[in-house]
């Protein structure tokens, strides 16, 4: 089979090839796992992190990629041969700790990542326990069904962490694939409720316009109006200032990002309780995502009906994927068709 495998960690500011394209042996599936024959994987920020060791890999070579859709070649479980089947960031827990038990898997000490502790979906096949994949609606195709699978479920999360009440006020620190899909559910879940966008890119804030946000403007600009809740999807930490500076008393800010980079630290030094965190403001972090978030937002995008702004690329094209959002050439979520 094709894959864009990734053999070490590299400096993508020098290198901008980090995948190489590879014939490798198609993966047999151990006891309990499906095997799926890929059609479509989105590409996702957090594999820049992975490439350039933030979050790195525990071993190497690995097949990045944890937006998977595909048709199952070999069954297990309750899947079929033919089935379509997606695959999420949650690869695999222990399924036994008390936060399995209690669905919050994505606590798991165990917890395994797809396309970091486990070969994922920049190829033509990949294995995945039974449990962890996910039945697709029949009215999204693959390549809108790869985007929900991660930008859309770890938002859907971040949303309902938020605590936002119909005729709140939200706001959305960065929009990129997360971020715009969660504008899209927060129009159709809180219809009185108006978004603000903050982003460093002009045509970000443009297409948050277009997309029904009420306002959209710099990363350092005072929205119009205090914000209820903030969500924050950057990987630096000038925007978790901001947002605390622009939440109304009570807010929550929840920061969906895996990371933040350390180069920019120093900006902690300037937090300024007063500004800040007084009156009762909160931070809240969003950890990986459960497979409820995902059967979940599969159903309600499917129902309200909600569908991903894309672009598509040829698996061989992952490499100029990944430098395009590495230079923050998005609109909407990039997507491999295989």
């Known amino acids: 089979m094709r894959a864009m495998v990734l053999n070490q960690l590299t400096d993508l500011t020098k290198n901008h090839s980090p995948l190489q394209l590879t014939e490798l042996p198609e993966p047999v599936p151990a006891k309990g796992e499906i095997l799926l024959q890929v059609t479509a994987c989105g590409v996702c920020h957090t594999e820049l992190d992975e490439i350039e060791g933030r979050t790195p890999p525990p071993r190497l070579p690995v097949i990045l990629g944890h937006q998977v859709v595909g048709q199952v070649a070999k069954a297990a479980g309750h899947w079929r041969e033919g089935d379509r089947a997606g695959v999420a960031w949650i690869f695999s827990a222990c399924g036994e700790c008390t936060y399995c038990r209690s669905g919050q898997e994505n606590l798991c000490a165990h917890f395994r990542a797809t396309g970091r502790d486990a070969h994922g979906g920049y190829a033509e096949y990949m294995t995945v326990p039974e449990g962890f994949a996910y039945p697709l609606p029949e009215s999204i195709t693959d390549i809108e069904a790869a985007p929900l699978l991660c930008a859309g479920a770890i938002g859907y999360r971040s949303l309902r962490l938020a605590n936002l009440q119909d005729g709140q006020n939200l706001g959305l620190t960065g929009f990129g694939a997360s971020a715009h899909l969660v504008l899209k ?130 698996l061989e094209a992952a490499n100029q994927a990944l430098m395009e959002l590495k230079n923050r050439q998005i609109h909407g979520a990039k997507v491999l068709r295989i």
């Open 185 to 314: 559910l927060a129009r159709c879940q809180y219809p009185n409720s108006a978004v603000f966008v903050f982003s460093r890119s002009e045509s970000e804030q443009v297409f948050a316009r277009q997309l029904g946000a009420v306002w959209a403007g710099g990363i350092q600009d005072t929205a119009p109006e205090p914000l209820h809740s903030i969500i924050d999807t950057t990987p630096v930490w000038l925007p978790v200032l901001e947002a605390l500076r622009n939440l109304a008393p009570g807010g929550r800010l929840v920061i969906n990002a895996i990371r933040k980079e350390g180069h920019d630290k120093d900006v902690l030094l300037r937090l300024d309780y007063p500004a800040h965190l007084w009156m009762e403001k909160e931070i809240k972090s969003v950890a990986n995502v459960c497979r409820q978030d995902v059967s979940e937002f599969l159903q309600l995008a499917a129902q309200i009906p909600i569908r991903p702004e894309t672009q598509e690329y040829p």
